[in-house]
């Protein structure tokens, strides 16, 4: 089992910045990979950034540029930071791992608010 905790969310104004953390604990060492996902109010959850066990990174096209994922393994943390903020990406951010070749495990989400 793979436990996650997120923190970091919060209100912030167009065009600031926050960022995000996710701890892992656990089964950590079968984690294959770790990502954010988001949902908005009345919108089904969508994928923000993933970063895999090697280090590769993706993004969705809407926050390329702008998101950076990044991971410190000596903490088992993965992190979000989040610049020139937009009140499109207001929603619940959550974090997710793939561990043990087909597990999920999803964090309990961190509200961000950005207000225009």
């Known amino acids: 089992q793979v436990q996650l905790v997120e923190s970091g969310g919060g209100l912030v104004q167009a065009g600031g910045s926050l960022r995000l953390s996710c701890a892992a604990s656990?089964?950590?060492?079968?984690?294959?990979?770790m990502g954010w996902y988001r949902q908005a109010p009345g919108k089904q959850r969508e994928l923000v950034a993933v970063i895999s066990s090697g280090g590769l990174t993706n993004y969705a096209d809407s926050v390329k540029g702008r998101f950076t994922i990044s991971r410190d393994s000596a903490k088992n943390t993965i992190y979000l930071q989040m610049s020139s903020l937009k009140p499109e990406d207001t929603a619940v951010y959550y974090c997710n791992a793939g561990y043990a070749l087909g597990h999920s495990a999803w964090g309990q989400g961190t509200q961000v608010t950005v207000s225009s």
């Open positions: 656990g089964s950590i060492f079968s984690i294959d990979g």
